[in-house]
Structure formats: structure tokens, C-alpha cells
């Protein structure tokens, strides 16, 4: 027997095996792959056939696979049918809710609360994936093997779908130029559509860590990925740092207020401040090591006089322009990176799952309801308005009462 065909059989029975297990794995998960690929198709050669009806069942399909994903990785973990009475009564609220929105009417100026919103809940239920499996552990170290692989897998299946998809359109350019096929725009948007959702959903969908990989628990972590975030990505960190407490000096020289970048460059010290944390996290847990003493004193203990600046910065903005909904979520962000930088400090059990459930939460309260801070925002700026507008009308009559003699214009 030819070696060749043997490989090809056995490549053949392997991708089938793989297919048959992410099938028995995430059945309804799959089955929204499917119909979300197709319908994708559809709308990208078919665009008049774009609809509100479409588009609610559009949402409905992707936010499913979401839940899905959730409920499966949760189910997993738990013994009886606690997975499908859970993935039952979810589905039935999200059916519910996608309905609601479709016989919902919205004006232009609520567009953006109600975006937001729908943005706060898909935030909450994606970083609920990565954690919803080990709710019961007594640190983070599964949590975080975990997640290193979910990134893998996206990284994996992006590379792989972005290849299928470039090589499977170049081989169509390459027959309409070789024998003046004339393919229209059907089959290169059809290619699009199976790659980017289909081929990329399955194979992730693939590479999400089961059994014994799901539960690893060792403190190792990659050489390579230890030596990037303490020799490149910390450093820079710190010349951020750097500048930013020159720039503090400078303030109290020449006693002036911060500029608005502040806030900017302050948001950026804090982001690469958490991923540092997240990425270097078997090497905090090492209480000995100069990483985790960095980590969880040194550094937080530096960010905390650049919040103090911030903190001026946004005192500033909302005395000299009132309150607004961007100032609202900027000054809810600075009293989280408060909570984190002080919470690392102080807390002896050393844990990351807290800082992204929280930021979650945060996101979700003050955007995920009617009562968000675009609602509160135009309230108060319609108030603003109003008693402006109401000095003015007080201030017209007595401007207009002049006498005829003192006139200049007679």
C-alpha cells in the first residue's frame, strides 16, 4: 500500500474524529456556526434581503453561540442535567430579549445607549468563558492555562482561516484571468463568509482545552512569553511611568493644571499594568521572585500619585465643562484602577480573575440597563440647557426695558 494514501486516510480519520467530537461537544453550538455562516453568506450576495427581522436573527445566532460556549464549559463541571435545563432557560431569555428588540422602536438619540448596552452584555458573557469552568478554586493558575489556550486557539484559528481564505481567492483570480470565468461577486463572498465564520468557529471551536489540559494547575509558564513581559514589555512600561511622573514635576513647577492627554496616558500605564499581571501570573504567585514583588508592590504603589494626577485632571474637566456621559465612564474608570491597584496591595491571596469580572460588572452596570449613563448624561445636560436658556428669557425683558431718551439707536 502507498505510503501517501495511508497518511491521507489517516488525516482523513483524524479531522473526522475532530469534527465528531466538537459536534458531540457543542451540538448547539455548531448548529449556530451553521446557520450563522450561511446566513452571513446570504446577506454579503443578497445585501436587499438585509432586514431588522434578519438582522435580530443575525444577533440572536452569535450571542446563542456565546451562551453556548458558556453553558457548555460550566456544564461540564457539573454532574445531572443541570447543563441543558440552564442552556434551556438562557436560550429562552435571549429568544425572548432578541424578540423584544425587533418590535422595539429606537430614535437616533438612543442609539447609542442601546449599543452600548448590547455591548456591555456580550462583554459580560465573553469574559465569563475563561472563568465560568473553575468558579470553585482556591487560585488562578488553571484559570490561567486556560486562557493562555483560548488565545492560542483564536491566534490558531485566525492564522488559518485568514490563509484558507487568501490562497481559496487567489485560486479564483487565478481562473477568471486563466479562462475568463466570470464568477461575479457570489463566490469570492461566499468564500469570505465560510472562512472568516465557519472554518474559523469550527476550529476554535476544536482547540478548546478538554480533560486534562482544561485542568492544568502547574506554575510553568513559556521561557519565551516570561522573558517578553520582563524585559521588553515592563521597561517600556516603566518609560511610560518615567515620563509621567517628569511631566508631574513639571505641573507643580510651574503650578498649572494636567492636560487632558494625562488621563490618556494614565489609562495605558494601567492596561499594560494589568497584562503584565495576567501574563506573568504563574511567576506572581512565587511570592521570592523580583517579578511578583514588582507586581503586586512596587508597581501599584507608583501608578497610585499618576491616579492622583488623573484624578485632578478629571476634577478639572468636570468643573470647567459640567457633567457629560464620556466623564462619567472616565471617572468610573479611574475609581477601578483605584480598587486595583489597591486591592493587589493589600489582599494576601494573589489573584487575577477579579480585575476583568469586575471591570465586567462595572461595564454592565453603568451601560446594561435603561438608567446607564447616557440616559443620566442627557438628563443632566438637558437640565443645563433648560435653566440656561430660562436666565436668558429672564435677562431679555430688562435688556429691552430701556427708556426712549437714553437710547442710542433713536
Given at each position: 500500500m502507498n505510503v501517501g494514501n495511508v497518511r491521507q486516510r489517516l488525516l482523513l480519520k483524524n479531522i473526522g474524529r475532530s469534527l465528531l467530537r466538537v459536534l458531540r461537544r457543542f451540538p448547539v453550538g455548531v448548529t449556530l456556526l451553521f446557520f450563522l455562516s450561511l446566513m452571513s453568506a446570504v446577506f454579503l450576495t443578497e445585501p436587499h434581503l438585509m432586514s431588522r427581522a434578519a438582522g435580530c436573527l443575525?444577533?440572536?445566532f452569535w450571542g446563542g453561540l456565546l451562551i453556548d460556549l458558556v453553558v457548555s464549559l460550566w456544564g461540564?463541571?457539573?454532574?445531572?442535567?443541570?447543563?441543558?435545563v440552564a442552556e434551556g432557560v438562557l436560550f429562552a431569555l435571549w429568544a425572548a430579549y432578541c424578540i423584544w428588540l425587533y418590535t422595539t422602536d429606537y430614535t437616533l438619540e438612543s442609539d447609542w445607549s442601546f449599543l452600548l448596552g448590547n455591548a456591555a452584555w456580550i462583554t459580560a458573557v465573553m469574559v465569563l468563558v475563561p472563568f465560568v469552568p473553575f468558579l470553585g478554586e482556591k487560585d488562578d493558575l488553571k484559570v490561567w492555562h486556560f486562557m493562555m489556550s483560548l488565545f492560542l486557539a483564536l491566534l490558531?484559528?485566525?492564522?488559518?482561516?485568514?490563509?484558507?481564505?487568501?490562497?481559496?481567492?487567489?485560486?479564483?483570480?487565478?481562473?477568471?484571468?486563466?479562462?475568463?470565468?466570470?464568477?461575479?461577486?457570489?463566490l469570492p463572498r461566499l468564500i469570505l463568509s465560510v472562512c472568516l465564520i465557519f472554518l474559523f468557529g469550527m476550529l476554535f471551536l476544536s482547540l478548546v482545552p478538554e480533560g486534562e489540559?482544561?485542568?492544568?494547575?502547574?506554575?510553568?509558564?513559556?521561557?519565551?512569553?516570561?522573558?517578553?513581559?520582563?524585559?521588553?514589555?515592563?521597561?517600556?512600561?516603566?518609560?511610560?511611568?518615567?515620563v509621567l511622573y517628569v511631566y508631574g514635576v513639571k505641573i507643580l513647577v510651574?503650578?498649572?493644571?494636567?492636560?487632558?492627554?494625562?488621563s490618556w496616558l494614565v489609562s495605558v500605564v494601567m492596561g499594560g499594568y494589568v497584562l503584565c499581571y495576567t501574563l506573568l501570573y504563574p511567576v506572581v504567585t512565587d511570592r521570592q521572585s523580583w517579578q511578583s514583588r514588582l507586581l503586586t508592590c512596587w508597581m501599584p504603589a507608583a501608578i497610585?500619585?499618576?491616579?492622583?494626577?488623573?484624578?485632578?485632571?478629571?476634577?478639572?474637566?468636570?468643573?470647567?465643562?459640567?457633567?457629560?456621559?464620556?466623564?462619567?465612564?472616565?471617572?468610573?474608570?479611574?475609581?477601578?484602577?483605584?480598587?486595583?491597584?489597591?486591592?493587589?496591595?493589600?489582599?494576601?491571596?494573589?489573584?487575577?480573575?477579579?480585575?476583568?469580572?469586575?471591570?465586567?460588572?462595572?461595564?454592565?452596570?453603568?451601560?446594561?440597563?435603561?438608567?446607564?449613563?447616557?440616559?443620566?448624561?442627557?438628563?443632566?445636560?438637558?437640565?443645563?440647557?433648560?435653566?440656561?436658556?430660562?436666565?436668558?428669557?429672564?435677562?431679555?425683558?430688562?435688556?429691552?426695558?430701556?427708556?426712549?431718551d437714553n437710547n442710542p439707536s433713536l
Open positions: 443575525f444577533y440572536f461540564e463541571e457539573q454532574a445531572g442535567r443541570r447543563r441543558p490558531t484559528g485566525g492564522l488559518v482561516s485568514g490563509v484558507m481564505l487568501g490562497g481559496m481567492e487567489g485560486l479564483v483570480l487565478g481562473t477568471v484571468v486563466l479562462f475568463d470565468i466570470n464568477y461575479g461577486t457570489l489540559r482544561k485542568h492544568n494547575d502547574s506554575a510553568g509558564m513559556s521561557p519565551l512569553l516570561k522573558k517578553t513581559v520582563s524585559w521588553l514589555l515592563l521597561p517600556l512600561l516603566g518609560c511610560y511611568m518615567a510651574h503650578w498649572e493644571l494636567p492636560k487632558g492627554m494625562l497610585l500619585p499618576l491616579l492622583v494626577l488623573m484624578t485632578v485632571g478629571v476634577i478639572r474637566r468636570f468643573a470647567d465643562y459640567g457633567v457629560t456621559t464620556p466623564r462619567l465612564y472616565l471617572l468610573t474608570l479611574l475609581l477601578w484602577f483605584y480598587a486595583v491597584c489597591i486591592v493587589i496591595m493589600l489582599s494576601p491571596r494573589k489573584r487575577f480573575r477579579w480585575i476583568y469580572l469586575s471591570f465586567a460588572a462595572l461595564f454592565l452596570l453603568s451601560s446594561g440597563q435603561p438608567f446607564n449613563y447616557f440616559h443620566i448624561g442627557r438628563k443632566l445636560m438637558k437640565a443645563g440647557t433648560e435653566s440656561v436658556v430660562s436666565e436668558k428669557e429672564l435677562q431679555q425683558p430688562l435688556e429691552q426695558e430701556v427708556p426712549e
